[in-house]
């Protein structure tokens, strides 16, 4: 790893660890900094793995991310350009506590652990308070966050324990309910009111079945039984879960099916997935708009992504999105949804991502391991 030379050097010459620090003494300290490039998404370190180096961000802006109970990674926060991170692990000499990726293309400057010794010679006082404060500021934001996870983690906790009470409570009720829509549509010969005790069976499964949802998520596990479906059918379930709803929220569906093979998934919990998804797409659209379905089959994976024309989302609230009780507007919802959404859709192996501009809309992007061929 080369060191920066003196033009490449500028980029890091404002750094807040330098805050304060003269032209001369940056000349001294330009050697002990090497150059990294790295490729958007690429691992700069994982959660674990050893400290060795301090990195200053030159160009770009690094994700930093932990694993969530699930064991999947969950964003705590973003290091911008003009930056520094990873001190603490290299001078502790203790593992990463995080994972570091690069959010986009980007340039940092490593510094070795004997490295930095050496620039902290050259100027011990401001390097000392520039690298203290960095790291007060740093866990004055995580206590803050940790403050915010152990209130998650009850509110998660009182909402597996109502979710269980719920369940025990509906038994009945939902038993009831089958029976009569069992009978009906047993009794009658008249289509229509076959096909609305058709409905009412379903409606009744389905309350159960997001109640369940939401009491697996809680405690962090999701069992699935796959099967293999065709995207037809997978559109015929969400047809009588979700679509079927949108004329009368003047909602125009366009689907464009450029792949319409299998795929292999537990198809009630997975079209309770894509539910969740196109209720926040209407809820955006709360005035009407349009909402697009599109499949596509890319190298070893299906994609699905699910677009609206709605009022979009912020920038700062789209990397929070997929954390339980969060909202992109106000609304009467629990802000669980797309948490379990995430959930089931990481289950399944795959990934859930969304892209938004503001008064545009938002495509939500769900990519599946293709099924292997018969």
């Not at 997001?210 to 379930?237: C, F, N, P």
């Amino acid at each position: 790893m080369k060191s920066a030379s003196p033009p490449t050097f500028e980029k890091f010459s404002t750094n807040r660890l330098f805050d304060g620090i003269g032209r001369s003494v940056l000349n001294e300290i330009r050697p002990q900094v090497g150059l990294l490039r790295v490729r958007k998404d690429e691992v700069i370190y994982r959660e674990g793995d050893r400290g060795d180096f301090l990195y200053l961000v030159g160009e770009g802006e690094i994700k930093i991310s932990q694993l969530n109970r699930l064991g999947q990674a969950e964003t705590v926060g973003f290091i911008e350009s003009g930056n520094f991170f990873g001190g603490r692990a290299l001078l502790e000499t203790t593992p990463h506590s995080a994972m570091a990726t690069a959010a986009g293309p980007a340039l940092l400057g490593t510094v070795k652990k004997k490295a930095f010794e050496k620039m902290l010679a050259l100027a011990p006082a401001r390097l000392h308070v520039n690298f203290l404060r960095s790291v007060t500021e740093r866990l004055r934001s995580i206590n803050s966050r940790f403050m915010n996870d152990v209130l998650r983690s009850e509110r998660l906790r009182v909402a597996g324990a109502i979710a269980n009470s719920i369940l025990h409570d509906l038994k009945n009720p939902i038993s009831i309910a089958r029976c009569c829509a069992d009978l009906i549509a047993a009794e009658t010969s008249n289509s229509e009111l076959h096909q609305l005790s058709t409905l009412l069976g379903g409606a009744v499964n389905g309350m159960a079945a997001t109640t369940q949802d939401l009491l697996d998520y809680a405690h962090g596990s999701i069992a699935l039984r796959k099967q293999r479906v065709s995207i037809w059918r997978l559109l015929d379930e969400l047809n009588q879960q979700s679509l079927r709803l949108l004329p009368g929220k003047n909602i125009e569906f366009i689907k464009h099916i450029r792949y319409d093979g299998d795929l292999e998934v537990d198809l009630a919990r997975f079209v309770r997935a894509l539910g969740h998804v196109i209720k926040n797409s209407c809820q955006a659209m709360s005035g009407g708009g349009v909402l697009r379905f599109t499949t596509d089959r890319v190298h070893s994976e299906v994609v699905l992504r699910i677009s609206d024309s709605g009022v979009g989302i912020s920038p700062q609230m789209i990397s929070t999105l997929f954390e339980p009780f969060q909202t992109a507007t106000e609304s009467i919802g629990t802000g669980l949804g797309l948490a379990i959404a995430k959930a089931i859709v990481e289950a399944h192996d795959g990934n859930i991502s969304i892209a938004s501009v503001l008064n545009k809309g938002t495509t939500v992007d769900i990519r599946l391991p293709a099924p292997a061929e018969e």
